[in-house]
């Protein structure tokens, strides 16, 4: 089953590609190390270095990688100093960067479901211990399949 391209939607000639937001935020998230950063950030990683140990990817890839997800509003970089040590900068989410844990959470779940051999290594759970799972709702808070939605055009 599919959504539904209704009305105009269906003729696909009548709106851009390039104008999705799918594929402006992939231009912005979709890399592997941005998506294993944005993991690591929501985890609480804040250090340049615990960034780059923990996804496993080089400081040059991480500083680059770090420096996007800033430039588009999703970390901000805040100094900080140890005692003794030199001022650095650690990174952490932005209101905008925590918008996008949903995204992540369904990325995890779809993961757990369908690549994992066995249990998964982590379980996402609520302050009962209770499981958390990711759906689709609509603003009276009922849950929805892929079959039960539309895509219109607005009007902008």
């Not at 609480?44 to 270095?49: A, E, I, L, P, S």
Request: charged content about 25%; glycine content about 8%.
């Amino acid at each position: 089953m599919a959504m539904t391209l209704d009305g105009p939607l269906a003729h696909r000639d009548r709106w851009r590609a390039t104008e999705c937001s799918i594929d402006k935020t992939v231009g912005v998230v979709g890399t592997r190390s941005a998506l294993l950063l944005l993991r690591e950030a929501f985890y609480g990683t804040t250090r340049f270095d615990d960034f780059a140990q923990r996804v496993g990817i080089s400081d040059a890839v991480a500083a680059g990688r770090l420096k996007d997800l800033t430039a588009a509003g999703i970390l901000e970089k805040r100094p900080y100093q140890e005692p003794g040590q030199r001022a650095r900068a650690e990174y952490v989410l932005t209101p905008r960067g925590r918008e996008l844990l949903p995204a992540l959470l369904a990325l995890w779940q779809w993961g757990d479901a369908h690549l994992q051999d066995g249990a998964p290594p982590l379980e996402l759970v609520d302050a009962t211990n209770a499981p958390v799972r990711v759906a689709i709702l609509n603003e009276r808070g009922e849950e929805l399949a892929v079959e039960d939605l539309h895509v219109r055009l607005t009007a902008a």
